[in-house]
Structure formats: structure tokens, C-alpha cells
């Protein structure tokens, strides 16, 4: 969650001045992750656009080469996504439904 709440404060430093840092949909379900000794260095993480649309986004730690290892998160996600939702009609309302599920439970543990 540092990764993705580094992301968010970076993009928008004045909205985080004094806000406590709590998920919103928009963090999304994540499918893949990429370690460097023993340390999350990034993350994919998928979730539907405004279109309603599956959309995967990429988080880094600062100072990651994001050209490295982005195929590989993309790549990975893509598949994880593809046999967990089967990509059918109700692929995007199970993606929904799991990623409010974790956004609310990783908000009451924090």
C-alpha cells in the first residue's frame, strides 16, 4: 500500500497534506507483484475505467526502472486476471465486487 499511497501524494501532493491515507476503489484488485531482494518494488493492479472496462494500472517504488520490469507485471496480471475472471460477461462485476471487498478490509486493518 506504501507504493500505491507514494503514487497518490506524489500526484496530487496539496489533497494529501492532511489526509489519512485510506484506499478507495481505485487502487483496485492486485494481480501481480515484482520483488528485488526480498522487497516489493512494484505491482499491477486491475480495475474498471469509466467506461466500465477492465484497466491495469502500474505502481513503482521511486527510483525503479518502470521499463524493466512492467511486461512482466503486465504479463502476469493479464493471466491471473484471465483464470481468476474468466474474461466473460461477468468478468468486470466479480473484478468490482472482489476489489470492494479488499478496499474495505484493508481499511478497517489499517
Not at 487502487?27 to 466500465?52: C, M, Q, R, T
Request: hydrophobic content about 30%; charged content about 25%; proline content about 4%.
Amino acid at each position: 500500500m506504501n507504493i500505491y499511497h507514494d503514487y497518490k501524494t506524489d500526484a496530487c501532493p496539496e489533497q494529501h497534506q492532511f489526509q489519512v491515507k485510506k484506499l478507495t476503489e481505485q487502487f483496485g484488485l492486485p494481480l501481480s507483484v515484482a520483488e528485488s531482494s526480498n522487497e516489493l518494488i512494484g505491482f499491477a493492479s486491475a480495475k474498471l475505467n469509466d467506461l466500465e472496462e477492465v484497466e491495469i494500472s502500474f505502481y513503482y517504488k521511486n527510483g525503479v526502472s518502470q521499463s524493466e520490469i512492467q511486461p512482466f507485471l503486465e504479463q502476469q496480471a493479464k493471466s491471473t486476471f484471465n483464470s481468476t475472471f474468466n474474461s466473460g460477461p461477468e468478468a468486470g462485476k466479480k473484478l468490482k465486487q472482489s476489489s470492494q471487498r479488499l478496499v474495505e478490509w484493508l481499511n478497517k486493518c489499517s
